[in-house]
């Protein structure tokens, strides 16, 4: 069972997947989950690709979080609260809907929350108090998006970028965020019976990749300036969306 079951996934395709997220995920911060799972899901339902992205997104993310500098930023600690919240009541929701919509979501959610930024939208100059109140509700938002669909980050992504994040402030917020986030997710996906433990097993072998292309990722993040730092982050978030999208039509 456990060679037949391993035998009728292409890991071909998923160690590249998983490889080539790392080291999008090194070079951005992000990508593990945007980049891998849409890919993933050409050849595997989307909450089987969900599934085996598991330890990849929690080991790397823990790495980028470099821990040993101490916590990277209690200013967004409210969304990250709302965010775990929002997930937990997005996890309920995910039986009732079929995989296409939830694909259509995530396609939908990206493309929107990146032409917005594209456009301009720059919350560098907000108030404290009302940066305080616009993240708990995006926390909130994103934590339901992503108990359907595992793809919370969009909208946070946005809202950060467009608050002018240096860029390894926002690499250690985004890897906390993905961190934090993971727990219930995860244990949401288990618990209502959308992963198993060969996803586990499969999931635990192929963070090697996923650390590879993080290593090599790092190398090249090293080297990009915080301006193309950030539009790279967009043209990413606005391919995936437009791929996602149109695969689902």
């Known amino acids: 069972m456990y060679i037949e079951y391993f035998e009728t996934i292409s890991l071909a395709v998923i160690l590249c997947s998983v ?23 050409f050849i595997l339902p989307p909450t089987k690709a969900m599934m085996l992205l598991c330890f990849p997104v929690i080991v790397t993310n823990f790495i980028q979080m470099d821990i040993k500098r101490g916590i990277s930023n209690y200013r967004f600690f ?37 032409l917005i930024n594209f456009l301009g939208l720059n919350l560098a100059n907000l108030k404290p108090i009302y940066e305080k109140k616009l993240s708990i509700i995006i926390g909130f938002f994103s934590g339901v998006l992503g108990g359907i669909s595992t793809f919370y980050a ?46 586990l097993l499969l999931s635990f072998v192929i ?11 790092t190398k090249i993040r090293k080297r990009l300036s915080n301006t193309i730092f950030r539009k790279t982050i967009l043209l990413i978030l606005i391919i995936i969306g437009f791929s996602l999208l149109i695969k689902n039509l």
Do not use: C, W
């Open 207 to 217: 963070t090697a990749p996923a650390l590879l292309g993080q290593y090599f990722g």
């Open 78 to 114: 409210p969304m990250f609260i709302t965010l775990f919240i929002g997930i937990l009541i997005g996890g309920k929701l995910i039986l009732s809907l079929d995989l296409k919509t939830i694909s259509i979501i995530i396609a939908l959610t990206i493309i929107i929350f990146t």
């Open 19 to 41: 490889f080539f997220g790392g080291i999008v995920k090194g070079s951005v911060g992000i990508g593990m989950s945007m980049f891998s799972v849409p890919l993933i899901a």
């Open 154 to 199: 969009p909208p946070i992504i946005t809202f950060l970028v467009s608050l002018n994040l240096e860029k390894e402030n926002f690499i250690r917020t985004t890897a906390t965020m993905y961190f934090l986030a993971s727990i219930p997710l995860y244990s949401s996906l288990i618990y209502h019976g959308l992963g198993n433990f060969y996803d």
